[in-house]
């Protein structure tokens, strides 16, 4: 469904990627429905914030536990509803408990009270009081994923939580309305929403909620963060945006580590993933032999129908989302770039639908899309170079900054480059992964805020100051 016809439509369908059929169907909620329930998820809160955190923690472990429960069901419906292959949906559900579990047991020093040094005849901390109402609003590549950075943090500092998610993967949000029932949390402290762009906007315009976590397009960020400008309250938002993230092989690299997981990081999940490699920075002595390697690894992929076991690379969520692609692909070879992958070694690959086979682009500069816009497809460009000076002005020469990665066995090296990089994460010999215990975050067009570590519970609650005298 195209951005113009949902916003004003008043009900959507899944439609498969897979294979086009319309997976579920139903009407979107109207925007005095959606008023309605973040009305009760503001009265849920007030009894919510007063209990303990280890009693909301026994309820969202509760919930956690009710959700990977019904792993093999969410699976299917995950493969189905954005086609990411059938042996690799499972993965995001151990990384939704990765997180949530994390969370859950930092709670409680996160959230403790800060005290400063003894002073005389004063009694001061710094405590952490909930927000209110967070409304909650991931994307469709990793539904889970994208939920639970701000679902499990925001219900263990004591807000309620109103999750709108995207209507891709829909289903995404029932489970988890389930899994809330199941783990019998109080009522109105969790639900759920189903709305268009206009009414999402609308929603947040209306300042019925306290804090909004989007994860989503630069254009859809702008979106949120001008529409609670206009509510006429100072709303908090936090921004996970587009990203272009990007890759370094030094000389002294583990070049077959490297390309092993450099080529796994661009292709997982189709490249359809915020923090998925779609720039290749080589050391010139290395770049032939990292190209060929590379390339032969790409060719292996199996592109085909993710129900079956042995694909290891599905269809883009959309066939817009592959012409798109197809369209930078293009428009780089046309511009002096050479496509190294015969597409018709994968026979799955069709114009018009949205099995795309996967690319490695040489001869590219910054001055092609390909290079300078985000993909989000399986796609990588790598580009030669000679030094790490010239390595770091590469990297940071993008709108985006969500996360670099640095491939070297020189530890001291990437210490030294790290806080040259413009991004919220730097990695060592990895890449297109989240450390729950590490801040989420991104700079520039990538947006704004944190999720998730100990620096994730901040901007989810309120300092509030307590400096009490004693009696004279």
């Known amino acids: 469904m195209s951005v113009t016809s949902e916003e004003t439509a008043t009900r959507f369908?899944?439609?498969?990627?897979?294979?086009?059929?319309?997976?579920?169907?139903?009407?979107?909620?109207?925007?005095?429905?959606?008023?309605?329930v973040t009305e009760k998820a503001r009265h849920a809160h007030f009894d919510w914030s007063r209990r303990s955190i280890a009693e909301r923690a026994k309820y969202c472990t509760a919930l956690v536990d009710a959700l990977l429960a019904d792993t093999v069901r969410i699976s299917e419906e995950l493969t189905m509803q954005m086609g990411r292959p059938i042996s690799q949906s499972p993965g995001e559900l151990r990384g939704f408990e990765e997180r949530a579990r994390y969370m859950i047991d930092i709670a409680e020093e996160s959230l403790s009270p800060v005290v400063p040094q003894p002073k005389q005849g004063f009694s001061r901390s710094i405590q952490r009081n909930p927000l209110g109402v967070v409304l909650d609003l991931p994307a469709w590549n990793f539904p889970?994923?994208?939920?639970?950075?701000?679902?499990?943090?925001?219900?263990?500092?004591?807000?309620s939580v109103v999750l709108k998610h995207a209507s891709q993967t829909a289903l995404c949000a029932d489970r988890l309305a389930a899994a809330a029932?199941?783990?019998?949390?109080?009522?109105?402290?969790?639900?759920?929403?189903?709305?268009?762009?206009?009414?999402?906007e609308a929603l947040v315009r209306s300042g019925a909620a306290d804090f909004v976590c989007f994860t989503g397009s630069v254009f859809g960020g702008q979106a949120i963060e001008r529409a609670a400008t206009e509510s006429q309250r100072f709303l908090g938002v936090g921004l996970e945006l587009g990203g272009k993230d990007s890759a370094y092989v030094r000389t002294d690299a583990?070049?077959?580590?490297?390309?092993?997981?450099?080529?796994?990081?661009?292709?997982?999940?189709?490249?359809?993933?915020?923090?998925?490699?779609?720039?290749?920075?080589?050391?010139?002595?290395?770049?032939?032999?990292?190209?060929?390697?590379?390339?032969?690894?790409?060719?292996?992929?199996?592109l085909g129908d993710p129900t079956r076991s042995d694909t290891?690379?599905?269809?883009?969520?959309?066939?817009?989302?592959?012409?798109?692609?197809?369209?930078q692909i293009n428009d780089a070879v046309k511009s002096g770039?050479?496509?190294?992958?015969?597409?018709e070694a994968f026979p799955e690959d069709a114009w018009g639908t949205p099995y795309l086979a996967p690319q490695l682009l040489t001869g590219v500069t910054h001055?092609?899309?390909?290079?300078?816009?985000?993909?989000?497809?399986?796609?990588?460009?790598?580009?030669?170079?000679?030094?790490?000076?010239?390595?770091?002005?590469?990297?940071?020469?993008?709108?985006?900054?969500?996360?670099?990665?640095?491939?070297?066995?020189?530890?001291?090296?990437t210490e030294q480059i790290a806080p040259r990089l413009e991004c919220g994460t730097v990695f060592m010999n990895r890449c297109d992964y989240l450390d729950p215990a590490l801040a989420w975050t991104g700079v520039k067009d990538t947006g704004r805020g944190c999720t998730l570590s100990k620096v994730g519970y901040e901007s989810l609650t309120r300092p509030q100051s307590w400096h009490f005298r004693s009696h004279p």
Request: one cysteine or more; charged letters at 20%.
């Open 337 to 343: 770039a050479t496509a190294h992958i015969d597409s």
């Open 312 to 327: 290891n690379l599905g269809p883009m969520v959309r066939k817009e989302a592959a012409a798109k692609v197809r369209a």
């Open 254 to 302: 583990d070049l077959g580590f490297a390309i092993e997981n450099i080529v796994d990081g661009a292709m997982f999940n189709s490249g359809q993933s915020c923090c998925g490699i779609e720039r290749v920075y080589v050391h010139r002595d290395l770049f032939d032999y990292f190209v060929e390697g590379a390339v032969t690894l790409i060719g292996m992929y199996q």
């Open 13 to 36: 369908q899944i439609i498969s990627p897979v294979d086009g059929s319309v997976y579920a169907e139903r009407p979107y909620h109207t925007l005095e429905q959606a008023q309605s």
């Open 144 to 159: 889970y994923l994208t939920a639970v950075n701000a679902l499990i943090p925001a219900l263990m500092a004591g807000n």
């Open 181 to 200: 029932l199941s783990a019998d949390l109080p009522a109105g402290v969790f639900s759920t929403l189903d709305l268009n762009y206009t009414q999402t």
């Open 367 to 413: 001055e092609m899309e390909l290079m300078n816009e985000e993909t989000f497809g399986p796609v990588i460009g790598v580009m030669p170079v000679d030094n790490d000076e010239q390595a770091i002005k590469m990297m940071n020469d993008s709108k985006y900054g969500l996360t670099s990665s640095i491939w070297t066995r020189d530890m001291t090296a």
